[in-house]
């Protein structure tokens, strides 16, 4: 190995790989020849080409290191595989040697290794003496997965911090650490590859909730908008109910204004008061879809497409409904435009044949071809 060095120190510099200080060093009876890389680059390139030299191919890896923080801390490597592995160890050694057996605990190197420092040094040589050989498999809740020997913190970055727990320390084949490097990729691919899963899953997971919110919000613009229109139609509906009944009041006044008999005045007075009660009636219903259609309105906060909802306008109570100008209208005629006045001037018709029509005679009105109403030929019928 040590002659290898120096062959390896003319191979980076070759290459131009900038290095801060090179050195071989013994850890846990491993020999190990170090670069101290400057640029990342480099590393990428390295991990991607390894160095052949001497007709032999050198795999490097990345030295990992679990800085201590407090002294006899304990390691546990290869836990990424495991979800949560604080909380799980924490429990089995609070359950076998007491609840207040861990000081501190901790997961570093993003999530493969667990570290824990126990009461008193006496439980923690315990410890070690009872898992020198390996976790129980209950411990990881799985069978199948195996983790690292628990260690001191210390001789466990001695040889590298290893992700995968089957590295063995006296293991010093090249064969060996090709091998082991290979399985630490493929260890970190696989963790990855969960970890992608979980983002994936809780995206769309996220992006459901979503789509069902906006659908809820959909389905209640659509029942509001169902139930706006139902209320709207309903008051178009009755206000053309109201426009006939005030029509027919204003019939019945006219007909008692022109001094009929006894018989006839009795009949209108009862026609009349009935129509006015169906005249109540039909404006208080108004009112409560008015009411109605004003509250969804404002529950939903949108304005209504169309017109503004109409509202029924005052009357004086001294005088009739159906006299003068009181007479509510829904859709006034707008007044023309001034360039457009001439179309409503009248215009002499030009033709000798408005001499012959005949004149009616005086007080004589034109006949209309709306005939009287059907209560008022019941009327003179009687």
Same mark, same amino acid.
């Given at each position: 190995?040590?002659?290898?060095?120096?062959?390896?120190? $003319?191979?980076?510099?070759?290459? +131009?790989?900038?290095?801060?200080?090179?050195?071989?060093?013994?850890?846990?009876?491993?020999?190990?020849?170090?670069?101290?890389?400057?640029?990342?680059?480099?590393?990428?390139?390295? &991990?991607?080409?390894?160095?052949?030299?001497?007709?032999?191919?050198?795999?490097? #890896?990345?030295?990992?290191?679990?800085?201590?923080?407090?002294?006899?801390?304990?390691?546990?490597?290869?836990?990424?595989?495991?979800? +949560?592995? /604080?909380?799980?160890?924490?429990?089995?050694?609070?359950?076998?040697?007491?609840?207040?057996?861990?000081?501190?605990?901790?997961?570093?190197?993003?999530?493969?290794?667990?570290?824990?420092?126990?009461? +008193?040094?006496?439980?923690?040589?315990?410890?070690?003496?009872?898992?020198?050989?390996?976790? %129980?498999?209950?411990? #990881?809740?799985?069978?199948?997965?195996?983790?690292?020997?628990?260690?001191? &913190?210390?001789?466990? +970055?001695?040889?590298?911090?290893?992700?995968? %727990?089957?590295?063995?320390?006296?293991?010093?084949?090249?064969?060996?650490?090709?091998?082991?490097?290979?399985?630490?990729?493929?260890?970190?691919?696989?963790?990855?590859?969960?970890?992608?899963?979980?983002?994936?899953?809780?995206?769309?997971?996220?992006?459901?909730?979503?789509?069902?919110?906006?659908?809820? /919000?959909?389905?209640?613009?659509?029942?509001?908008?169902?139930?706006?229109?139902?209320?709207?139609?309903?008051?178009?509906?009755?206000?053309?109910?109201?426009?006939? &009944?005030?029509?027919?009041?204003?019939?019945?006044? $006219?007909?008692?204004?022109?001094?009929?008999?006894?018989?006839?005045?009795?009949?209108?007075?009862?026609?009349?008061?009935?129509?006015?009660?169906?005249?109540?009636?039909?404006?208080?219903?108004?009112? #409560?879809?008015?009411?109605?259609?004003?509250?969804?309105?404002?529950?939903?906060?949108?304005?209504?497409?169309?017109?503004?909802?109409?509202?029924?306008?005052? #009357?004086?109570?001294?005088?009739?409904?159906?006299?003068?100008?009181?007479?509510?209208?829904?859709?006034?005629?707008?007044?023309? $435009?001034?360039?457009?006045?001439?179309?409503?001037?009248?215009?002499?018709?030009?033709?000798?044949?408005?001499?012959?029509?005949?004149?009616?005679?005086?007080? /004589?009105?034109?006949?209309?071809?709306?005939?009287?109403?059907?209560?008022?030929?019941?009327?003179?019928?009687?």
């Amino acid at each position: 190995m040590r002659t290898v060095h120096p062959l390896l120190r $003319e191979w980076f510099r070759s290459r +131009n790989f900038a290095f801060q200080q090179d050195r071989t060093s013994n850890l846990g009876g491993r020999l190990r020849i170090s670069f101290d890389l400057l640029r990342s680059e480099d590393i990428d390139t390295v &991990l991607t080409a390894p160095p052949y030299v001497n007709h032999h191919t050198y795999h490097p #890896t990345r030295p990992r290191f679990v800085e201590p923080t407090y002294g006899g801390e304990i390691a546990i490597g290869g836990c990424e595989v495991l979800q +949560n592995p /604080q909380a799980q160890f924490n429990a089995e050694l609070r359950k076998k040697y007491g609840q207040d057996v861990v000081r501190f605990s901790r997961v570093a190197l993003e999530g493969s290794t667990y570290t824990v420092v126990l009461r +008193n040094w006496q439980t923690t040589n315990q410890f070690l003496e009872d898992f020198g050989e390996g976790l %129980p498999s209950s411990w #990881t809740r799985f069978r199948n997965i195996t983790v690292g020997v628990p260690d001191l &913190l210390y001789l466990f +970055n001695s040889v590298g911090a290893p992700a995968n %727990p089957s590295r063995a320390a006296g293991s010093s084949s090249p064969q060996v650490s090709h091998l082991q490097v290979q399985v630490d990729e493929l260890r970190r691919q696989g963790a990855e590859t969960v970890g992608t899963v979980n983002q994936v899953l809780a995206q769309t997971w996220r992006a459901l909730e979503k789509q069902n919110e906006v659908a809820q /919000q959909m389905m209640a613009s659509i029942c509001a908008v169902s139930t706006s229109a139902a209320l709207s139609a309903r008051y178009a509906s009755l206000e053309s109910t109201c426009g006939r &009944l005030e029509e027919r009041m204003v019939r019945y006044r $006219e007909t008692l204004d022109g001094k009929p008999s006894s018989a006839q005045r009795a009949r209108m007075d009862t026609l009349l008061a009935e129509t006015e009660h169906d005249h109540d009636r039909v404006e208080k219903e108004k009112d #409560t879809i008015a009411q109605q259609l004003s509250a969804l309105q404002f529950a939903q906060g949108t304005q209504f497409l169309g017109q503004s909802m109409p509202h029924p306008a005052p #009357t004086d109570s001294s005088q009739p409904v159906g006299h003068g100008g009181n007479v509510p209208m829904s859709h006034e005629r707008p007044p023309p $435009e001034e360039e457009d006045n001439h179309r409503y001037e009248p215009h002499q018709r030009m033709s000798d044949d408005a001499a012959s029509v005949p004149s009616l005679p005086s007080g /004589q009105q034109p006949f209309s071809p709306a005939g009287p109403s059907r209560d008022l030929d019941r009327m003179e019928q009687e």
